[in-house]
């Protein structure tokens, strides 16, 4: 029976008409009314192939923890699904209604499922975000969901990380073979090598025991030292950088990309020209990448 609940809560997902639907451990509404979505899809015409819902979910430790769910609305066949690993650091730099709009629903809307985490720590999420710590197994709680939603084709899971996303995904990989792809973008390969002063706060504050051993602890939450753990040795990679990043300088990924390529992962590298740390200005370009780099690694058809 319970599974028949499930599979009837999922379909229902495909249509905007609930506002509002719920698990035992986890709950989705309607991000937008019925009828601002409606207007919206006039101006935003990609909207019209997708729905957005706020997601609040218990993770591993009974926290309740905010994210959001995007799918296609589309229900007669399964979608690949992304994860996506935010960056920032606590309420910092939270995935935004704006960006949902700009960026993860015009992925989704090319066939994808999108989900993520706000992450413990960040405004309406209960905890402490520590940077490489607990809120990494906060997006491990996503697996769980994601089985649940009958569209969703669990054999093809990739995932997106930006900045300190980055982080999360070569964290994951150490902990599930489920991931068959990464995109890193903007990503820190070692965070003791930043150029920003004020991240060392930030380690001080959100990494445990770092004021007991700065480089230990800093090397157990950094990417390239984590490579070696990968579970699923047939990962696939692709590394995205602005040559113009100010924040995360885009050595980062060269290194990234050229230890994994060592390693004998299967990897590609982007260089976006006079691109900052956002690559605000290039997001249609960035989606274009991204889109037909995932359809390759899962063989779509469009």
Not at 14 to 19: E, G, V
Not at 87 to 110: C, D, H, Q, T
Not at 129 to 141: A, H, P
């Amino acid at each position: 029976m319970k599974k028949i609940v499930l599979s009837l809560f999922f379909f229902s997902l495909t249509s905007l008409n609930a506002q509002s639907v719920s698990a035992n451990s986890f709950s989705i509404t309607n991000h937008f009314p019925n009828d601002q979505y409606e207007k919206m899809k006039t101006i935003q015409h990609h909207l019209s192939n997708v729905n957005i819902f706020d997601l609040t979910y218990n993770s591993f430790d009974n926290r309740k923890i905010k994210g959001f769910l995007i799918l296609p609305v589309e229900k007669n066949k399964k979608f690949p699904v992304i994860i996506y690993n935010r960056g920032g650091n606590g309420s910092f730099a939270m995935v935004s209604e704006p960006y949902i709009i700009r960026f993860l629903s015009k992925i989704a809307s090319k066939g994808f499922i999108v989900i993520g985490s706000q992450l413990r720590g960040s405004e309406g999420s209960e905890g402490i975000d520590e940077f490489g710590g607990k809120e990494i197994d906060d997006v491990l709680s996503l697996f769980s969901i994601i089985d649940k939603i009958e569209i969703a084709d669990t054999t093809k899971i990739a995932q997106i990380g930006w900045s300190r996303g980055g982080i999360t995904n070569f964290q994951l990989l150490k902990r599930t073979k489920k991931i068959e792809g990464t995109i890193n973008i903007a990503g820190p390969s070692d965070i003791l090598k930043t150029n920003r002063k004020e991240m060392f706060t930030v380690y001080r504050n959100r990494i445990k025991n770092y004021n007991l051993d700065s480089i230990y602890y800093s090397k157990k939450v950094s990417p390239i030292f984590q490579i070696d753990s990968i579970l699923n040795k047939k990962e696939n990679f692709l590394f995205i950088h602005g040559d113009k990043d100010e924040r995360v300088e885009v050595f980062n990924s060269v290194e990234l990309y050229d230890k994994t390529r060592e390693k004998g992962y299967t990897a590609d590298f982007i260089l976006f020209e006079n691109g900052d740390h956002s690559l605000f200005d290039q997001f249609d370009k960035l989606i274009e990448y991204i889109t037909n780099w995932l359809s390759n690694l899962f063989h779509l058809k469009y």
